[in-house]
């Protein structure tokens, strides 16, 4: 998935828009994605709020719930929620790897 290669490219950085995005999407398109990036966006919400450095400098252990980093934002016939929430829990294995390595 772009935003998993987007954090591995960038050491963890979380991005900050689609902008940011969009070179990783154009990879997909050619494996059935939606047509255009606008289209994708209009079916998955990426929480482009979140924050590695404040969520993974605290004790997490603290924090209550896991962030949703990725929703659905309508139906997607190729993609369940089941795999959107696999997607959330590898994100922030890698990102929790990448800071405690730090």
């Given at each position: 998935?772009?935003?998993?290669?987007?954090v591995q490219e960038n050491q963890g950085a979380w991005p900050s828009?689609?902008?940011?995005?969009s070179p990783h999407?154009?990879?997909?398109?050619?494996?059935g994605w939606s047509q255009s990036l606008e289209s994708h966006q209009e079916?998955?919400?990426?929480?482009?709020?979140?924050?590695?450095?404040g969520y993974f400098g605290e004790d997490t252990r603290k924090n209550s719930a896991s962030p949703q980093l990725v929703l659905l934002k309508s139906r997607w016939p190729d993609l369940h929620a089941e795999e959107v929430d696999e997607i959330n829990r590898l994100l922030l294995a890698m990102l929790?790897?990448?800071?405690?390595?730090?």
């Open positions: 998935m772009m935003l998993i290669e987007f828009g689609w902008d940011d995005l999407y154009r990879k997909y398109q050619n494996l079916m998955v919400d990426v929480d482009f709020t979140f924050d590695p450095d929790r790897s990448m800071y405690l390595a730090e």
